[in-house]
């Protein structure tokens, strides 16, 4: 560990590992503020921010309309429960479904709660809509997926990690490679009890496994023959992380979902989070159409928080910004870019096996130590040399910045990368 200059740091580090959960692993720096790509560590030394808390703050660290949108709507209305009607939910809903090209919201707080949220919607078509016998139904799930912390979620990871003596888990799952059309279509033949498939468009916390060209599109044919709905959770790769609005957008990067584009891939379910809010409040919500929507009834799924007035003005504001800064059009640009000058370094060197992703979610493969030790080191050096990135599943570095990057930002970003990585080749 790099051991920091300032006490004050180590005191906030220790607070943490006294009083707080092991839960996490974080790299050893204290932040205190953010602003567009950029956040500060208690002694002030200033750092290109490369996680963007997993892609929730796409919109760039305390984006001024999304914190005006805030507090402005804490001085008026924080909470009224969903027991009775409030004058920005509405408007919200009205938005969002606009925004998406979808028919009805439901709003949830946290990405694994949609993911929840639109399991459970599934199961419920299923029975009431497809006519499957009561408790049968099977969701059709990817190895190495990640839809959050659950414990149904967890029931069908196989990061053991993440699911070791949380057991007993939640059965109804079938786990099929993820990327393989061959594998979907034997299991949407295996039994008349699916109800749908629950996919990544791009593998985030895998590692960034960015699937082929097609992938997406013939797997929404596939479930659609058999009536299956296409549940897409576009947590991480959504709201124009890879470049376009959504990654089921495929080729278009216009701010817009919309069945105009070829390459757009409509799931039945769409679940989003994260950047719905910019990074400003947890926000998440499962969008479908009225069929699929309206066998939810009073009283049969909710939440204290989901669609409380707060995230519904932030998420507006964070929508807006999303399309008036062009973002999905400046993340394209942006990760073609990385990618090339990545690409660039790894033909002239060894360490990097390769670069993968799209739009703004990238990721390297270090080729070295696959216990993720040296990934763990270069993002310490990273972080001394001013960029704060993370290894994600052992010799693989994410890197997602803020979309609001700037070309010459992202140039002096790749200088960092590359100066750094120079430093572990052998
Ligand atoms: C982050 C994430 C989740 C879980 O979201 P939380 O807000 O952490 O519960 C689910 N699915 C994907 C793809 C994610 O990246």
């Given at each position: 560990m790099i051991a920091s200059k300032n006490a004050d740091s180590k005191h906030f580090i220790e607070l943490e590992n006294h009083y707080g959960a092991h839960n996490y692993h974080p790299l050893p720096v204290v932040l205190n503020r953010g602003e567009g790509v950029y956040v500060w560590d208690v002694d002030g030394k200033k750092y290109y921010d490369f996680l963007s808390a997993y892609s929730a703050v796409n919109q760039g660290h305390c984006h001024p309309k999304i914190v005006y949108a805030l507090m402005d709507q804490a001085q008026k209305l924080t909470l009224t429960s969903r027991a009775f009607y409030n004058d920005k939910l509405g408007e919200f809903e009205k938005f969002v479904t606009q925004y998406f090209g979808f028919e009805k919201v439901l709003p949830m707080n946290t990405g694994a709660e949609a993911v929840e949220t639109a399991i459970k919607i599934c199961r419920k078509w299923a029975y009431e809509k497809k006519g499957i016998a009561e408790n049968d139904a099977q969701i059709i799930v990817c190895e190495n997926?990640?839809?959050?912390?659950?414990t149904t979620v967890i029931s069908f990871s196989n990061d053991e990690n993440a699911r070791?003596?949380?057991?007993p888990y939640t059965p109804g799952f079938i786990k099929i490679p993820y990327d393989d059309t061959v594998a979907l279509e034997k299991a949407l033949n295996s039994s008349a009890n699916i109800a749908g498939f629950l996919v990544e468009p791009i593998q985030g916390e895998a590692g960034v496994y960015t699937p082929d060209v097609g992938y997406i599109r013939k797997a929404k044919e596939l479930c659609q023959q058999k009536n299956v709905l296409f549940i897409a959770d576009e947590i991480q790769t959504g709201i124009a992380r890879t470049g376009s609005l959504l990654a089921v957008c495929g080729n278009c990067s216009c701010e817009q979902a919309c069945e105009k584009q070829a390459t757009y891939t409509r799931p039945d379910i769409l679940i989003l989070g994260k950047a719905l809010s910019g990074g400003a409040y947890p926000v998440s919500v499962v969008l479908c159409d009225d069929e699929i929507m309206n066998v939810i009834n009073p009283g049969q799924h909710g939440s204290t928080?989901?669609?409380n007035p707060i995230a519904a003005a932030v998420s507006v504001a964070a929508l807006q910004v999303v399309f008036d800064e062009k973002l999905a059009q400046n993340a394209r640009r942006l990760g073609q870019l990385f990618r090339k000058k990545m690409n660039g370094y790894i033909q002239e060197n060894k360490l990097v096996k390769l670069v993968r992703g799209k739009g703004l979610l990238n990721a390297i493969v270090i080729n070295d130590r696959e216990d993720g030790s040296m990934a763990w080191d270069i993002c310490l050096a990273l972080m001394h040399n001013g960029l704060l990135a993370k290894p994600t599943h052992g010799n693989i570095i994410r890197f997602a910045p803020p979309?609001?990057?700037?070309e010459a930002q992202l140039l002096d970003c790749v200088d960092i990368i590359c100066r750094t990585l120079r430093q572990f080749e052998k």
């Open positions: 997926n990640f839809h959050g912390r659950t070791k003596n949380f057991g928080f989901g669609g979309l609001v990057m700037t």
